[in-house]
């Protein structure tokens, strides 16, 4: 099968987009059938975080527990399927994209949005530009070079530190909304938002 979208990374960025691409459905029409994959290989900088400053949990919850409530809620999704793994390659162009993990695997996908962190970028197979992190708090760190619609390259979106972000989780959580929105904008030739509203009793 094909996915819509291949999410690389599994932290608020990459979860954040995900819930947002899977919420369009009921909303955009050309999401009925789509389905979303997360492929993450489980070293999120959150597993380290004690949050004091993040106002959606309780101060001082812990950052590990915090991401994986936030992954199980996602795999309760049924338009996304989530895969642990590390992806090493990614090859083809928009619309049509192969990504292939360490352990041989391939997957197809029409978009991918990259949400890998800032320690690094050793993907082969894409044209992205590597650049020292503007923001970041300690020198080392990398992010791609990307245009105001966080786009990478056609049909491939940067999100959360990769993308040139702070080192925040709101702020991850909100790149990777605003490159799932902005994803969708794209194909719909129109600024998307996503909101479900309580129906009046
Ligand atoms: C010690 C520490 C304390 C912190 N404290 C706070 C705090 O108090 N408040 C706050 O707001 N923020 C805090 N942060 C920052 C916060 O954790 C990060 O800003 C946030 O996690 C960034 O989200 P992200 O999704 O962009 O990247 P990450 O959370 O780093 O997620 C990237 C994911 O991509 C995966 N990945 C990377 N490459 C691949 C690949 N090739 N294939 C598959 N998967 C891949 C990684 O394994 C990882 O799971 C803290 C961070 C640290 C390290």
Do not use: C
Not at 19 to 47: Q, R, W, Y
Not at 106 to 114: P, T, V
Not at 158 to 180: D, H, K, P, R, Y
């Amino acid at each position: 099968m094909k996915y819509f979208t291949i999410i690389v990374g599994g932290g608020p960025a990459g979860l954040s987009a995900a819930s947002t691409l899977a919420s369009a459905k009921g909303h955009l029409p050309f999401m009925e059938d789509k389905k979303i994959l997360v492929i993450d290989e489980g070293n999120s900088d959150l597993n380290k975080a004690l949050l004091k400053n993040f106002p959606a949990v309780d101060i001082g919850a812990k950052g590990v527990e915090v991401l994986s409530s936030m992954r199980e809620r996602v795999k309760t999704l049924d338009n996304v399927d989530f895969v642990e793994g590390k992806v090493v390659e990614i090859s083809g162009q928009d619309g049509n994209f192969k990504v292939k993990t360490e352990d041989g695997k391939i997957f197809e996908g029409e978009k991918i949005i990259l949400a890998t962190g800032f320690h690094k970028f050793d993907i082969k197979g894409l044209n992205a530009e590597i650049l020292p992190h503007a923001k970041a708090p300690r020198p080392g760190k990398v992010m791609l070079k990307v245009d105001e619609k966080k786009r990478v390259s056609p049909g491939v979106y940067a999100a959360g530190l990769i993308a040139g972000e702070q080192t925040m989780v709101a702020i991850a959580m909100g790149s990777g909304t605003e490159s799932a929105l902005n994803l969708l904008s794209d194909l719909a030739g129109k600024t998307v938002i996503i909101h479900d509203v309580v129906k009046k009793s």
